[in-house]
């Protein structure tokens, strides 16, 4: 009996005086704890689960950068099963994989995976990790000031404005 449901019968036959070793074999899918008896023999057996796995907390840091600035990308990997395995991160960006991280992780056990992107060119990404999504956006570069062609227009205005000034002078001088 296993938990006190009939799993298999065998009939032997032993001359007095003798033993004869008697092996039952028993597959079960569900984890858990068995209880077996044989005859006035008691014994248990253990199932462990495989191991699962789970992905949760998805953080993109910062959520907004400029070209050429890193976004790093985080999430959270448990092992909810009851062995120790590995499982592999896939991290896409805009439906493309971009990277993915190999992990073992003890049962029972979690850890932190994280992958730094750069990017370059202005838009919002969409990133995917198992499931999990979330957007960074890359900000368009400020154009840099062109110095000489604002002095230019300041002297230009400066010019000006002291023509106008003694202009102004002479007619009222006169």
């Known amino acids: 009996d296993i938990n006190g449901v009939k799993e298999a019968d065998e009939t032997v036959t032993v001359a007095a005086g003798d033993s004869q070793e ?3 074999s028993v597959t079960k899918e569900d984890a858990g704890i068995y209880s077996v008896a044989v005859a006035e023999l008691t014994g248990s ?3 462990v689960a495989p191991a699962a796995f789970s992905v949760s907390d998805l953080s993109l840091q910062p959520a907004q950068v400029k070209p050429g600035e890193a976004v790093t990308i985080s999430a959270s990997v448990a092992n909810t099963g009851g062995e120790p395995g590995s499982y592999t991160v896939v991290l896409k960006i805009d ?3 971009e990277a993915e991280k190999a992990v073992t992780i003890a049962a029972g056990e979690s850890l932190d995976v994280s992958f730094s992107v ?3 060119e202005a838009d ?3 990133v995917t990790v198992d499931g999990l999504s979330g957007s960074f956006t890359v900000a368009p570069a400020k154009p840099p000031i062109n110095w000489p062609v604002l002095g230019g227009i300041i002297g230009g205005v400066i010019v000006v404005g002291l023509l106008i000034f003694f202009l102004v002078r002479r007619r009222r001088a006169a």
Do not use: M, R
């Open 22 to 24: 008697v092996s039952f």
């Open 45 to 47: 057996f253990t199932v």
């Open 95 to 97: 439906g493309v994989k």
């Open 118 to 120: 750069t990017k370059e």
């Open 124 to 126: 919002t990404y969409t």
